[in-house]
């Protein structure tokens, strides 16, 4: 365990008034066929918020920041995906960058606190780790194994990690592949039928948080056809798992016969998805068309942009965003601080594209979904942005920062992280 002094700039906590609108202005925004309300009220710190809603940056440079988890004595725990000084796990204590503790000799993506632990993930495997009575790691260096030896071939090796009220855990295993062909990505190689990576990976699967040493074996095959889920949510006002699954790629490129390139930069859907046990979502036969409002059978198993098939009985997203935004994080808001609508809603972290072309990339925002009983209640919206840096940037890809993780403090305020040069902002509400 290493303690850093001087790792980050620390930028000074104070903020100021909106610069410009009135609470409530709104402005409508399309991406691509999509229609969503925004708002065009900047902070200081050069993020876009709906009124009442300031940032300040608590953290900068850490690194490849991926997940964040804040415990309720402030404590920020940072997961990065490049090891820092030998270290995969940050933690800021009290939330600033006066005193941080490096710790967690493996790379990855997942983190989070329940009943008294520190939960972690490598790309092949679930840690925790004991907290004491003051919210301290007991033992940094010898976490207890819960998952072992699960897939990691680089392409889609993120294990992100929730956890819901009776004892268990969530991993996603994404699939090493983008449509399973027989060769992956190359044009006119077809599908493997069945698909023979959905016995080990494109899913979910459910541990016990408490058990070592755990194998895929181990635990229950939750949920199938899901590509690729960076982030996911246990939202306790309806006990049930939420996703936010990654579409595939490369129509045009691949099927060029049946694909636009306008259609590869607007199909698949990244979706939003309710999981319960035993669903199947349908990847790698079938994507989400948008456009159509349809799931529908992938060019690789007979397909041809018109055709369900197979698909047209699979379950469909609650929300169908923009392709190939990134979504890789989701947090549904249970703290008091902002208004009313916003309780038990979904925040949404989008990464942004880089296979848009030749259409403007896009994403680098965090979205939010109104929910009602587990439902969405409203449109979604845009609910932070600036990240990019300006247009140019957003539309070449070639952005500042790029939002990964988000989690919620004990004051019920709203972090978000970036991997790209390991930023945390904290939004907080004011009336």
């Known amino acids: 365990m290493k303690t850093f002094s001087s790792i980050v700039t620390l930028v000074v906590l104070a903020t100021t008034p909106f610069l410009t609108t009135c609470a409530g202005d709104l402005a409508k925004k399309p991406i691509g066929d999509t229609t969503i309300n925004i708002h065009s009220s900047k902070d200081d710190e050069g993020l876009t918020l709906p009124s009442g809603f300031s940032s300040i940056v608590v953290a900068e440079n850490l690194g490849s ?3 964040i988890a804040v415990n309720s004595n402030g404590d920020i725990y940072a997961k990065l995906a490049k090891l820092k000084d030998g270290n995969g796990i940050l933690e800021l204590k009290g939330g600033n960058t006066s005193n941080i503790i490096g710790f967690g000799n493996y790379p990855g993506t997942g983190i989070a606190i329940k009943n008294g632990y520190l939960y972690a993930s490598s790309n092949s495997a679930v840690y925790r780790y004991k907290l004491d009575g003051n919210n301290q790691v007991i033992n940094p260096d010898k976490p207890e194994t819960l998952v072992k030896d699960l897939t990691d071939r680089r392409q889609h090796n993120s294990k992100s990690i929730t956890l819901d009220n009776a004892g268990n855990i969530y991993v996603n295993i994404g699939a090493p592949s983008n449509s399973c062909q027989v060769e ?38 939750y949920a199938s056809g899901i590509r690729n889920t960076v982030g996911l949510d246990w939202n306790s006002a309806v006990n049930e798992l939420y996703v936010m699954q990654h579409g595939r790629d490369d129509l045009h490129r691949m099927f060029d016969q049946y694909y636009t390139v306008k259609d590869n930069a607007e199909i698949p859907a990244e979706e939003f998805l309710l999981v319960n046990k035993g669903d199947n979502f349908g990847w790698p036969y079938c994507y989400f068309d948008p456009k159509l409002d349809k799931k529908m059978l992938a060019p690789e198993y007979g397909g041809d942009g018109k055709i369900q098939g197979r698909c047209a009985d699979i379950k469909k ?31 949404i972290a989008f990464h942004g594209s880089w296979n848009r072309a030749p259409e403007p990339q896009a994403g680098f925002f965090v979205a939010f979904v109104p929910m009602k009983d587990g439902k969405p209640n409203g449109n979604w919206e845009i ?30 305020s709203l972090y978000i992280s970036d991997d790209r040069k390991g930023n945390i902002w904290k939004i907080t509400y004011q009336k």
């Not at 493997?192 to 635990?219: M, N, R, V």
């Not at 923009?322 to 008091?336: E, I, K, R, V």
């Not at 600036?386 to 019920?412: I, M, W």
């Open 65 to 67: 920041v991926r997940h």
């Open 184 to 221: 992956d990505r190359a044009v006119g190689s077809k599908g493997q039928d069945p698909c023979p990576i959905l016995a080990y990976a494109g899913g979910i699967w459910q541990f016990k948080a408490d058990k070592p040493d755990q194998t895929i074996s181990d635990g229950v095959h």
């Open 317 to 347: 997203p609650l929300v169908a965003f923009p392709a190939h935004l990134a979504p890789n994080a989701l947090l549904f808001y249970t703290g008091d601080q902002f208004p009313e609508k916003y309780k038990n809603g979904a925040f």
């Open 383 to 412: 609910f932070a942005e600036g990240f990019a840096g300006g247009n140019d940037k957003k539309a070449s890809g070639r952005v500042d920062y790029r939002p990964c993780g988000l989690a919620q403090g004990p004051d019920g």
